[in-house]
């Protein structure tokens, strides 16, 4: 009797189905051409098998991925896109060639060895990007932003702030009675100006609009407009919203006046030497609605920009649709690893 195997199925002409032995079907299938996935090949994979037939592969793709072999236990990243921590390009590694004799372990290390000289230099965005401490963002960058000298300041923007409160203090005293302009409007409110001209005023059609919570983060935003935006013959409109209650005093309007002059005053002292001719007007107001109050000064100024800081977008101007730039300034705040958070 024969080595083969049958079941007991026929086929359409009367004969018996024949199931070969596994040697036997394996030499079949080699010399039919077929294609064969035996278990040394579905482990080996598909690249390793053209390596051993002498194919070439026409591709010019090339692995991208960089270090995989670090994260192979990194649990985290195995259902994710990349299969890697994005935080690992800021910790470059130095290359370690592969000692081994195995043939296996060469044509592992092989994605590892193809890669671009691009993927080597990394950004300094790239590096910000994926940290979320500002203390790694200091360390890897060894940059403060507070020791920035503003284009019309001659010291840092640090140097601006810590000077404020005795400047403030010294001048107070010296200061003349100011007359503030005060007008009722319409169901109860009511509204302060002032206007503060320096050298020939504006000479410009050039203005901002800067809405204030009269803050430490709106001092800085005023700091970083007087100091980086305006130039000479340009108009500030320092607006200052003082709620919606139509029962604030006149007192109180004309202390935000006062607050928001001295502030002006010392901005102008710091940058006395580059900004010669100015107009700032200020404006301490009530309205029930300063969102269309906003539109509409904007609409009949047409500024070249509405700045505010962060905290009052995320607060009163929240969902607020501007029809010309924004520019939102957020003061940095200080971290410390033991104190945390603070101004």
Known sequence: MSNQKSILLTVPDGTRTVLLDEPQRRHSLADAGGVQ????????GRSRVKAARGIKSNSGSRSRSRNPSSIRHEEFLKWTVLKRDPSMRLHKRPHVGSSGNSADED?????????????????????????????????????????????????????????????????????????VSFTKLPGGFSRCCQLLSRGKGATTRRSFVLCTDLTTESHY?????????????????????????????????????????????????????????????LLSLTHPYPKHLLGEMIYALQPIALCCSLSLVLTTLQNFVCSVPTLVIRKKLKRSKRKGISD
């Not at 001659?154 to 010294?170: C, D, H, K, P």
């Not at 005023?222 to 005093?249: C, E, F, R």
């Open 37 to 44: 996935f035996d278990s040394e090949q579905l482990e080996r």
């Open 107 to 179: 044509e592992e290390d092989e994605d590892e060895e193809e890669e671009d000289l691009d993927d080597d230099q990394v950004s300094d965005e790239e590096q910000v990007s994926d940290v979320e401490n500002d203390l790694e963002i200091d360390e890897q960058m060894h940059y403060d932003m507070g020791t920035r000298v503003l284009p019309n300041y001659a010291v840092s923007i640090n140097e601006v702030l810590a000077s404020a409160g005795s400047w403030i203090s010294t001048h107070e005293s010296q200061e003349k009675t100011q007359d």
């Open 221 to 281: 935003a005023l700091t970083y407009v007087l100091g980086a935006l305006l130039n000479n013959g340009d108009t500030l409109y320092i607006v200052h919203w003082d709620g919606k209650q139509p029962s604030t005093s006149r007192e109180t309007l004309e202390q935000g006046i006062k607050s928001l002059r001295q502030q002006v005053l010392h901005k102008l002292d710091c940058a006395s030497a580059s900004i010669q001719d100015l107009d700032v007007v």
